[in-house]
């Protein structure tokens, strides 16, 4: 398994978003290779916590209006990068990543390495089916949870009938345009240009978006608890 990692200054002065990156590792399953996780932590340290987990193809930069204002009311809020997304790091092969690892990393991550607790989940896309992972394998630390469809009306451009439009050609719309645009095109609002450039930032190239779509064409694995 082959992990790739987008350059830093990709992410310097985005417009809306001075959170200060954080960064824990968590075991890929491949040997000795650690997969590093990018979040970011606001608010009181000791109070409750509410986790914020984004969709595709965007990243934490999701939240970036949302995080000061759950911090203000009194909680600490964690917002991480999926892994293939944002600042996290990206598998360099769609076939070795999929919703099962996705969501395992995931909770390695939240529940082992940060230690978090007393949790509200809000997940967004792929990021609910995180949440919901999180709540039937550790629902002791997990108190609530909040899903929030995919952005998208289900239909490609051209317009087709929503039953029409099936997982695997949602994943190959994410392919085919760039974050920025994808958001753009699913959006009421018309987004400033440096908006669309900041949700562009993880994948300045095709290299860096393998993750793109690759858990909805995959799936859970066998023996994987999900797929139980």
């Given at each position: 398994m082959k992990l790739l990692r987008t350059p830093d200054e990709r992410f310097a002065d985005l417009p809306g978003f001075p959170f200060e990156p954080r960064y824990c590792e968590v075991p890929?399953?491949?040997?000795?290779l650690q997969l590093r996780i990018h979040y970011i932590d606001e608010g009181p340290r000791e109070a409750p916590v509410v986790?914020?987990?984004?969709?595709?193809?965007v990243w934490s930069y999701l939240w970036r209006k949302l995080v000061p204002e759950v911090a203000r009311a009194g909680f600490r809020v964690v917002a991480l990068d999926l892994p293939g997304f944002g600042r996290s790091d990206k598998p360099a092969a769609a076939e070795l990543f999929s919703l099962s690892?996705?969501?395992?990393?995931m909770r390695m991550a939240i529940v082992l390495r940060l230690e978090l607790d007393r949790m509200t989940c809000i997940g967004q896309g792929?990021?609910?089916?995180?949440?919901?992972?999180l709540a039937t394998v550790h629902w002791r630390a997990l108190g609530r949870v909040l899903v929030i469809g995919p952005?998208?009306?289900?239909?490609?451009?051209?317009?087709a009938e929503p039953g029409a439009f099936s997982a695997e050609s949602y994943a190959e719309s994410l392919q085919r345009e760039?974050?920025?645009?994808f958001v753009q095109r699913h959006t009421v609002t018309e987004l400033a240009p440096e908006v669309v450039r900041a949700y562009d930032a993880p994948f300045p190239d095709s290299g860096l978006r393998a993750g793109l779509g690759a858990s909805m064409r995959r799936g859970t694995t066998a023996g994987d608890p999900l797929a139980n």
């Open positions: 890929t399953g491949y040997g000795d986790v914020l987990l984004h969709g595709e193809p690892e996705v969501t395992h990393w792929l990021g609910a089916l995180v949440g919901l992972s952005p998208v009306d289900l239909r490609p451009p051209g317009g760039s974050a920025g645009q």
